[in-house]
């Protein structure tokens, strides 16, 4: 991808609009830094997503500063200095003249001017917008220098008089995904679908789950992905039952239903897509109730997406819809009127509450997650879930997940032992538009037919 320095110069103006709101100050980002995997080897790489989002540099050891004074909008980078040597062995280095020059920097420093400048940049700032608990070493630094700035009172030098959590201004800026952005998740999504076809294609009998995973990942990284966007779950037979399983070495059996929650991430935005498809090709009578249970609470979740919808109600209609199907498949006892009342009290409980945590399990016994979550460059993205004190209005430029699942414990002997050890999941991913919806991974399969078809060999 070439580099376009203009959607990051869109966010920054955005948020020194939105820093001018509260009054300015200076908002202090560090990147990532680079994580030790072992000896002198490191994990791959991957920037932190507020700093990509507002400097769009992907390397390590650097640091970003808005100030925003009085008539005054100020973007500084402190990046690692050009060096041939270390270039040769770690690759290329935007360096501070490529800073200023391509990402657009006001003025740019080496790392090590930042001693000498971070005083100067925050001296009688308003507001230092820093995230504190991030990283002891950024923290200490930063007390450093408000310590010294308060020790030179005399000298007329003033440290801000506030400390503020810039994920007020900048998640609440990524929750609303820009025309870039959606482009980039639209993408993830193509190549997200490509990954799960390869998946239902591959996952036949005799083949293990790291083999599928493969199989994914190749389809995600053939297409210009940095890889997936979080870790890929490939689970087989009950394996599906385990919500936080990866890909493991299990075989795939005929009989059994292969559960796959893999997104590819690409430009720092992921897709979140899972699709549960049967080994054999084809759904037992069983399964395929269970199946259509999922699906149905699934289509009632998508057509509530909507302007002025909110996560928790759309949660409650996945409940309600769910509960009527697991009264239908014999899992929750009669009649369904009590039962759905019992759901819709349980729902409205706060998840680990004492309250929560002593009730009936209900349908909480076959659903134990919640329905929805946002989705961008992180898989559980950025910004407040709930305003005011209760869950926020949907609007359009937010993106979400719509994951409801039906997980059947291998030892529930309550259960038909058809269902036991059976796992489903549907999970798509919707940009709420100005009317409804757009669900930007339709391209998967997930009607019974589709998958099936997808699953011929
Ligand atoms: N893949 C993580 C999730 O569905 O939330
Ligand atoms: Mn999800
Ligand atoms: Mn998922």
Redesign the pocket.
């Known amino acids: 991808m070439t580099f376009d320095p203009i959607p990051h110069a869109e966010r920054r103006a955005a948020v020194f609009a939105e820093l001018e709101r509260r009054g300015g100050g200076v908002l202090l980002l560090p990147s990532a830094g680079e994580k030790l995997r072992n000896s002198t080897n490191e994990h791959l790489f991957r920037q932190d997503s507020d700093f990509h989002y507002l400097t769009g540099l992907d390397e390590p050891d650097s640091c970003a500063l808005l100030s925003a004074r009085p008539g005054e909008r100020r973007f500084l980078l402190f990046v690692r200095p050009r060096d041939k040597e270390k270039e040769i062995w770690n690759g290329r280095r935007v360096g501070v003249e490529g800073a200023t020059a391509l990402l657009k920097a006001d003025a740019a420093f080496t790392m090590a001017d930042l001693e000498a400048e971070l005083p100067r940049a925050l001296d009688g700032a308003a507001t230092l917008w820093y995230r504190l608990g991030g990283d002891a070493a950024w923290d200490q630094r930063i007390i450093g220098v408000l310590t010294a700035l308060r020790g030179q009172g005399r000298a007329g030098k003033r440290p801000p008089a506030a400390l503020a959590d810039p994920g007020a201004v900048l998640h609440e800026q990524r929750l609303l995904k820009r025309p870039d952005e959606i482009a980039l998740l639209r993408k993830a999504a193509d190549l997200t679908a490509e990954g799960h076809f390869a998946a239902m294609r591959d996952g036949s009998a005799g083949r293990r789950e790291f083999q599928v995973q493969a199989e994914i990942e190749y389809a995600f990284r053939r297409r210009g992905a940095a890889g997936p966007g ?1 870790g890929t779950i490939v689970a087989a037979g009950a394996n599906s039952t385990i919500l936080h399983y990866r890909a493991g070495d299990d075989e795939l059996r005929d009989g059994q239903v292969c559960l796959v ?1 893999a997104g590819g991430e690409y430009g720092l935005y992921t897709a ?1 897509v ?1 699709r549960t498809f049967p080994v054999s090709g084809k759904f037992s009578g069983a399964q395929r109730d269970l199946y259509q249970a999922c699906l149905a609470a699934q289509a009632v979740a998508i057509a509530a997406v909507k302007p002025g919808a909110t996560i928790d109600g759309i949660h409650a209609l996945t409940v309600r819809a769910l509960t009527e199907g697991l009264v239908g498949l014999g899992l929750l006892p009669g009649p369904v009127e009590a039962r759905v009342a019992e759901g819709d009290a349980l729902v409205k409980l706060t998840p680990g509450s004492p309250e929560e945590k002593s009730a009936p399990k209900g349908y909480r016994k076959y659903y134990m997650h919640r329905t929805s ?1 946002w989705l961008g460059m992180d ?2 993205d950025v910004g407040e879930y709930v305003v005011g004190g209760a869950s926020r209005p949907l609007m359009p430029g937010m993106v979400l ?1 719509v ?1 409801p699942g039906l997980y059947v414990a291998e030892d529930d002997e309550t259960a038909p032992a058809a269902l036991r050890g059976v796992g489903i999941r549907i ?1 798509d991913d919707l940009l709420v538009t100005a009317t409804g919806s757009e669900n930007l991974t339709a391209a998967v399969p997930k009607e019974i037919a589709d998958v099936e078809a997808a699953c011929t060999r």
Do not use: K, N
Request: glycine residues 0%; charged residues 40%.
């Open positions: 979080y929650d979140d899972t979550h898989v559980h997940t994951e999970e």
